[in-house]
Structures are given as structure tokens and as C-alpha cells.
């Protein structure tokens, strides 16, 4: 059965970078038709998309973050990471990492981490 | 980018009633790329349908989706207890994006 961990700090001071890992069990990260990605949620908000990496190297990034944020995988480890820099109070939120459905696109989450809650002290 | 806005905010019904959750895209979304998420307080959010129509693995038959170019709607069936949560739809064009989400509380 296929698992997804999120793991990082939960507090990150502003302007520095926020950085977080998910770990895939029961499953590979090197699979046909799977990105990997990374959604967000402020307290008592909405969902929003963050990014997502296929094994092969392409990445999709949210325009209104893409500027600072970066997401890698090692497939070695079967891990996945993001990386926000320059982070203000408004990048507080719960962060789930997640399987999504797809091959050249990402299209739908299909299985989520249980996410984590960074703080962000303003 | 598209947005999806989803109506009502909240919706209000007893057990066993039909929710009607509505999703409007502000532009066409192509092949009905639209998906549907329930998400209970302190969980993830999990997968009810995508392709508009599609039940995911697992999901009671009481969930529909319906719609395509910009309107989609989930239905639920009959309210089961465990039903009441926040529901999400989501487009996947590029970018992917979320509506805002709809409550479903007990009346």
C-alpha cells in the first residue's frame, strides 16, 4: 500500500527557507504516469498547488510561487522534496506532498501524506 | 489560469437528504479535466471522482459527477453521517488549481 510522509521543520523564521521532504513507501517514485508533488493549505483556507516532479525530470511549478520555489526527487532515496525561499506569516500552512495521476501533465492527486504544519512566526 | 468557483460556500442538510455541490470554471476545461475531493477536519483530502465522472477506487456509488465545459457538479445521494465534510473540485489544465471548497454540515 502505497504510503507518502511529509517530513521538516515546523517552524521556519521569515525570510528564511522553508524546506520539506516526502518520503514514498509501498510504491516508487519511478513509475510510469505519476508526478510527485507538493499542495498547501493556509489554517482554515483553501487547497492550493504548490509543484510536482516526474521521475524523468520534468517539473510543473504554480506561476504565482514559481519564483521561489524549487522541487527535486532522489530516486535513489524514492524521496521528493520542495524547497520556498524567502518565506513571510502568509506561507503558514498545512503542506501535503501527494501522488498525482499523470504522464506528460500532472492531472489529479490520487493519493495524499497526512501533511505537516509549518509556522511561519510573523 | 483557470478559476473555479464552487457554490454555495455551505450547504446545509439532514441525513439522507441529496447534496447538490456546484463547480464553475471561468473558462472551458478541456477533455472535462475535473476532479472532486472530500476532506474531513484534520485529514488529507481524498480522491471521489476524476474525468468529471469517474468514481475513484473505493468510492460509494452514492457520489456523481456530472458536467462538462465549464459547469460540473458532485452529487451525493442520500447523506450518510461520514459524509459531511468540505468538498473541493479541481481542473488540471496547466496550472492545476482548486476551487474554494464547499461545507457540507449537518442541518
Known amino acids: 500500500q502505497l504510503q507518502l510522509r511529509e517530513s521538516g521543520p515546523g517552524l521556519v523564521k521569515v525570510s528564511e527557507t522553508l524546506s520539506l521532504t516526502c518520503i514514498v513507501s509501498g510504491g516508487s517514485i519511478s513509475s510510469d504516469n505519476f508526478f510527485w508533488g507538493w499542495i498547501r493549505q493556509a489554517p482554515g483556507k483553501g487547497l492550493e498547488y504548490i509543484a510536482s516532479?516526474?521521475?524523468?525530470?520534468?517539473?510543473h511549478y504554480n506561476p504565482s510561487l514559481k519564483s521561489r520555489v524549487t522541487i527535486s526527487a532522489d530516486k535513489s532515496k524514492n524521496q521528493f522534496s520542495l524547497r520556498l525561499k524567502s518565506v513571510t506569516a502568509a506561507d503558514t500552512a498545512v503542506f501535503y506532498c501527494a501522488r498525482i495521476y499523470g504522464r506528460w501533465e500532472p492531472y489529479y492527486f490520487d493519493s495524499w501524506g497526512q501533511g505537516t504544519l509549518v509556522t511561519v512566526p510573523s | 489560469e483557470i478559476v473555479l468557483t464552487q457554490s454555495p460556500g455551505t450547504l446545509s442538510l439532514s441525513p439522507g437528504e441529496r447534496a447538490t455541490l456546484s463547480c464553475r470554471a471561468s473558462q472551458s476545461v478541456s477533455s472535462n479535466y475535473v476532479a472532486w475531493y472530500q476532506q474531513k477536519p484534520g485529514q488529507a483530502p481524498g480522491l471521489l471522482v476524476y474525468?468529471?465522472?469517474i468514481r475513484a477506487t473505493g468510492v460509494p456509488d452514492r457520489f456523481s459527477g456530472s458536467g462538462s465545459g465549464t459547469d460540473f457538479t458532485l452529487t451525493i445521494d442520500r447523506l450518510e453521517p461520514e459524509d459531511f465534510a468540505v468538498y473541493y473540485c479541481q481542473q488540471y489544465g496547466s496550472p492545476l488549481t482548486f476551487g474554494g471548497g464547499t461545507k457540507v454540515e449537518i442541518k
Open positions: 516532479i516526474y521521475y524523468r525530470g520534468t517539473t
Open positions: 474525468g468529471a465522472f
